[in-house]
């Protein structure tokens, strides 16, 4: 099947309406949750490109728990943080298992701050993430969810197209220390959009940066991000993994 259409959904952040209206949008999703006879019999690929969990804001939080007022010090607030977003993950496991060929999830940096809580992940403003931290007054994950999201991918290639949560660069799929410490994974496509073309790829898709306006497409240094979820867009692309140069099409799609 050399021909197939990827659909790549950027960060989700507990933004489950978006991620479920885009999936259905794209056609890829049924009415009952399931993937559909596209996406079943593997002509759809669906791609989510990494960071499930944390809303991105107060605001955010609020708009999950349905608390006028989220505070993140409350364990009362944390707990009904971490059963709504348990209750879409188990969705979104549920229609994985279902077609585990054609539906891949890329680990991104707060997923594994979920299964790692050695590190806290927050805001500039302030927030912190720490609704999975018992440590901080959270719960933990269910062991079932963390066995299936430590089985997430670090990427995903297809012939020289490569989806990742951050870069083209190994040393930002894993997230220690040095990852925390280094400046560039906000910034390289911007400072260094050659790393694309250096790693022998064609294209490649990520996220991790929140675009403001929407996905970013570069089709001349090969790459797009697409941490645009809240701007309503996916990434569509048409990929024939027989050719050489495999991206037959490449769009941002609103919904």
């Not at 885009?22 to 596209?38: E, R």
């Not at 943080?81 to 279902?98: C, D, F, I, W």
């Not at 910034?187 to 790693?199: C, I, K, N």
Request: with cysteine.
């Amino acid at each position: 099947m050399p021909m197939q259409k990827f659909i790549a959904v950027g960060d989700v952040h507990a933004d489950w309406d978006g991620l479920w209206a885009a999936l259905k949008a794209a056609s890829c999703v049924t009415p009952d949750g399931l993937p559909t006879p596209p996406v079943q019999a593997g002509v759809y690929q669906v791609v989510l490109i990494g960071d499930l969990v944390h809303p991105k804001s107060e605001r955010d939080y609020e708009r999950l728990t349905g608390l006028s007022r989220f505070n993140p010090r409350n364990p009362d607030h944390l707990f009904v943080a971490a059963r709504e977003q348990v209750r879409e993950l188990e969705r979104l496991r549920a229609y994985q298992s279902a077609a585990p060929h054609a539906v891949h999830l890329i680990l991104g940096n707060h997923d594994d701050a979920v299964l790692n809580t050695s590190y806290v992940l927050g805001t500039q403003a302030g927030l912190v993430h720490v609704e999975f931290d018992p440590e901080h007054g959270g719960v933990h994950l269910p062991e079932h969810l963390r066995g299936w999201m430590g089985e997430f991918l670090r990427e995903l290639r297809v012939g020289r197209v490569q989806f990742a949560h951050v870069s083209p660069l190994p040393a930002h799929a894993y997230y220690d220390d040095l990852f925390y410490a280094d400046h560039s994974a906000k910034r390289w496509f911007r400072e260094s959009p050659e790393y694309v073309h250096m790693a022998g790829l064609s294209f490649g898709v990520y996220g991790h940066t929140q675009m403001e306006r929407g996905i970013l497409l570069d089709e001349e240094a090969g790459f797009a991000m697409i941490d645009a979820l809240h701007t309503r867009e996916y990434l569509e692309l048409l990929i024939d993994s027989s050719q050489d140069s495999p991206i037959q099409s490449v769009r941002a799609v609103p919904f």
